[in-house]
């Protein structure tokens, strides 16, 4: 029972550098989305997509991408890591009834140089 | 916007006692639901309670209740005879009529022996 599974667990970049955190679920949950938390200011939505080929911003989408190919998959873009984007990532799925749980990932402690 | 607060950044409750975090929200919409999720130091997301705006009793899920006060926008989390594995990050977090989940700060509560 996998749940929803986000790589890598930690990582570190250079400013400038680019790179995905990976998310996937196998729920067949519709509803998926990346949430950023740092310390004082709980956690805030960064990206969300309802279903396949659906994305739209939350509240701190700048300096992120996504895209929804799939219905399992939701990756993270970083464009050109900044320091401000220093911050623990998580990933969370859930189905369309909005008195559903959300699923969370494990997170992805990154930091950048 | 949907906003939720968590006015206590930190609170100390002795074994076997019961604590309550505090937990308003601010939204228009007629519709929406409260959630309370759980982060050990482990770092993990562990869902706890859900409380829908048109449910009429206050949501119990074993030691955890939540005190739904609909008029003063408040959902209470009562955690009663508190144990050591209790000693976490809570986070209080609401969705309304979108498919966004907002979350307040957290409250950090260290039970004492």
């Known amino acids: 029972n996998a749940g929803v599974t986000q790589t890598p667990k930690f990582q570190v970049l250079k400013t400038g550098q680019s790179m995905t955190l990976q998310c996937a679920q196998d729920m067949n949950h519709e509803y998926m989305s990346w949430y950023r938390q740092d310390p004082g200011m709980g956690l805030r939505l960064i990206h969300y997509s309802v279903g396949a080929g659906i994305t739209d911003q939350g509240e701190v989408p700048n300096g992120y991408n996504v895209s929804r190919s799939t219905t399992e998959d939701f990756p993270l873009r970083l464009l050109s890591a900044a320091p401000s984007q220093t911050s623990v990532y998580f990933c969370a799925s859930r189905n369309r009834d909005r008195g559903q749980k959300l699923f969370f990932g494990s997170g992805t402690q990154l930091s950048v140089l | ?113």
């Open chain 2, 1 to 113: 916007a949907q906003k939720i607060t968590q006015t206590q950044p930190g609170m100390f409750v002795q074994e076997k006692e019961a604590v309550t975090l505090d937990c308003t929200y601010d939204t228009s919409d007629p519709s929406y639901g409260l959630f309370w999720y759980k982060q050990p130091s482990s770092g993990e997301m562990i869902f706890l309670i859900y409380q829908g705006s048109y449910d009429q009793q206050n949501a119990t899920e074993g030691r955890y209740s939540l005190n739904f006060q609909k008029a003063r926008k408040s959902a209470n989390l009562v955690i009663s005879a508190s144990q050591l594995g209790d000693s976490a990050m809570y986070f209080c977090a609401m969705r309304a009529y979108d498919y966004k989940l907002s979350f307040g700060a957290g409250t950090t509560v260290t039970v004492r022996a």
